[in-house]
């Protein structure tokens, strides 16, 4: 059977959040969203072996504080593990109008075998590089913009950025 993906998303503005704009946005985006207050982005991918859910928090953490935050919501900092992971991301990314950078959860930090994602220490399967990257000795991969699109770069931890968690619906576990 084909590869369904279902792209649902929900914006969650701030206090008062009143919805002022409804609508689709291409052929498989659909939001309801406070265009004042765009904070966190929702969205849901649904694929034959799993569901896992993307949050984009445009709120400027560290990369070791965005790793506590997802934690703190029993989520992870993203991992992007295949097409299908990338092409939602990227969905939302340009939906959430996010403009340059944001981290995700590979880093190669304390690693002495590479890169590997905080949220199980798995090596980079899928890969999505900028030309020339990953290096020197930045430990943290972010999505960059660049006129060919959204590619990996490594950099420096500690400057505050938007970023990524993942979840896991509890669904997964009851079906
Ligand atoms: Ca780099």
Same mark, same amino acid.
């Given at each position: !059977?084909?590869? *369904?993906?279902?792209?649902?998303?929900?914006?969650?503005?701030?206090?008062? $959040?009143?919805?002022?704009?409804?609508?689709?946005?291409?052929?498989?985006?659909?939001?309801?969203?406070?265009?004042?207050? *765009?904070?966190? =982005?929702?969205?849901?991918?649904? !694929?034959?072996? #799993?569901?896992?859910?993307?949050? +984009? +928090?445009?709120? =400027?953490?560290?990369?070791?504080? $965005?790793?506590? %935050?997802?934690?703190?919501? #029993?989520? @992870? =900092?993203?991992? +992007?593990?295949?097409?299908?992971? #990338?092409?939602?991301?990227?969905? !939302? !990314? @340009? %939906?959430?109008?996010?403009?340059? *950078?944001?981290?995700?959860?590979?880093?190669?930090?304390?690693?002495?075998?590479? %890169? &590997?994602? *905080?949220?199980?220490?798995?090596?980079?399967? %899928?890969? @999505?590089?900028?030309?020339?990257?990953?290096?020197? /000795?930045?430990?943290? +991969?972010? &999505?960059?913009?660049?006129?060919?699109?959204?590619?990996? /770069? /490594?950099?420096?931890? /500690?400057?505050?950025?938007?970023?990524?968690?993942?979840?896991?619906?509890?669904?997964?576990? =009851?079906?």
């Amino acid at each position: !059977m084909k590869e *369904i993906v279902l792209f649902q998303l929900i914006l969650l503005g701030i206090a008062g $959040a009143s919805v002022i704009n409804r609508g689709v946005v291409g052929t498989d985006i659909t939001a309801s969203f406070n265009v004042s207050s *765009i904070d966190v =982005l929702k969205g849901v991918l649904s !694929m034959q072996e #799993h569901k896992k859910t993307f949050d +984009i +928090i445009k709120t =400027l953490y560290t990369w070791n504080d $965005a790793v506590v %935050y997802c934690k703190e919501r #029993h989520g @992870n =900092l993203a991992s +992007i593990r295949s097409e299908e992971e #990338h092409d939602q991301i990227v969905k !939302m !990314m @340009n %939906y959430t109008g996010l403009s340059s *950078i944001m981290y995700i959860g590979g880093t190669s930090a304390r690693s002495g075998r590479g %890169y &590997y994602w *905080i949220s199980d220490g798995e090596s980079l399967t %899928y890969q @999505n590089w900028s030309p020339g990257q990953p290096s020197g /000795n930045q430990e943290c +991969i972010v &999505y960059e913009k660049l006129t060919s699109g959204w590619k990996w /770069n /490594n950099l420096f931890c /500690n400057t505050v950025r938007p970023f990524a968690c993942e979840y896991y619906p509890v669904s997964n576990f =009851l079906e």
